[in-house]
């Protein structure tokens, strides 16, 4: 986890954590010390969530996918505490299945919450850490953001599109004392990837991401995959010829379409993307 120090009374808000990933990363930062902000759609779900943690804690209502809620959430978050030194963008939702049957609701939803949700989060905390020349903020996208699994098209689209984003608000921030960090765990275990394959790789927790998060947060770097490995595993593969790359790809990568079990993610789906639903953690 790094040095637990220079966490102590730093201000740290954390979107979509009244569960799974968000809280874990939740329960990191508060025992190293920080003063954690626990945004989510159910603010009853967030102050109960805040209230396991130790430390200082606090939930907060936040729906990613309004403008006045996200501005809000950080207007009361600095209220509270004063101005927020990092952010973690971590809200997000998943369907799966073949791309000609994802629904226009299921697509919409994907793309609200994942894509534009970070975006708006990015857009509304990075000009207030500008102005005080210190910030970071982390966001948890998925190995989905270079890799591109059959059947999840459209989430895959959407964490492609956070890695692009975050790429080029980077260059415009650099000398500006804001950090940014993409951490692109593998499948985890939560509700999102209820019924999906982990391909070649173990299914990770989300006490494992979130080890990850607090260590980008202590040693500022901006691409994180967790396993370690899946980045420069990613990028050889990348350079073999285009028939080679496939094939590797096969053996890395699941195909959602023929492996997911769509059974076990029928609540997970009717719940996250029929719903105002977009506390989920991503994966």
Do not use: C
Request: proline share 5%; net charge neutral; hydrophobic share 45%.
């Amino acid at each position: 986890m790094g040095s637990t120090k220079s966490f102590d009374g730093r201000v740290i808000a954390v979107t979509g954590a009244a569960r799974g990933i968000g809280l874990a990363i939740a329960r990191q930062l508060a025992e190293a010390g920080a003063r954690v902000a626990i945004g989510d759609l159910d603010a009853g779900q967030a102050a109960a969530a805040a209230a396991t943690l130790p430390g200082t804690a606090a939930g907060f209502a936040l729906d990613v996918t309004v403008e006045s809620s996200f501005t809000r959430f950080l207007d009361e978050v600095e209220s509270k505490w004063g101005p927020v030194d990092v952010l973690v963008n971590n809200a997000g939702v998943m369907w799966v299945g073949p791309f000609d049957e994802e629904t226009e609701q299921a697509t919409r939803r994907q793309l609200e919450v994942n894509l534009h949700g970070v975006i708006r989060g990015v857009r509304l905390t990075a000009p207030r850490m500008r102005a005080r020349g210190r910030g970071h903020i982390v966001t948890v996208a998925s190995a989905a953001s270079k890799l591109a699994p059959p059947g999840e098209a459209t989430y895959a689209a959407t964490k492609h599109g956070v890695f692009g984003y975050l790429s080029a608000v980077r260059e415009e921030l650099r000398g500006s004392g804001v950090n940014l960090s993409v951490v692109m765990p593998t499948v985890v275990d939560t509700p999102l990837a209820a019924g999906t394959s982990t391909g070649s790789v173990d299914m990770l927790t989300p006490e494992d991401v979130a080890s990850a998060v607090v260590g980008a947060i202590a040693k500022p770097r901006f691409e994180v995959t967790v396993p370690g490995y899946v980045g420069p595993l990613a990028r050889a593969v990348a350079i073999l010829p285009d028939a080679l790359r496939v094939l590797v790809y096969r053996k890395m990568v699941p195909n959602q379409v023929v492996e997911a079990n769509q059974d076990s993610r029928a609540a997970y789906e009717k719940d996250a993307l029929t719903t105002d639903n977009n506390s989920g953690a991503t994966s």
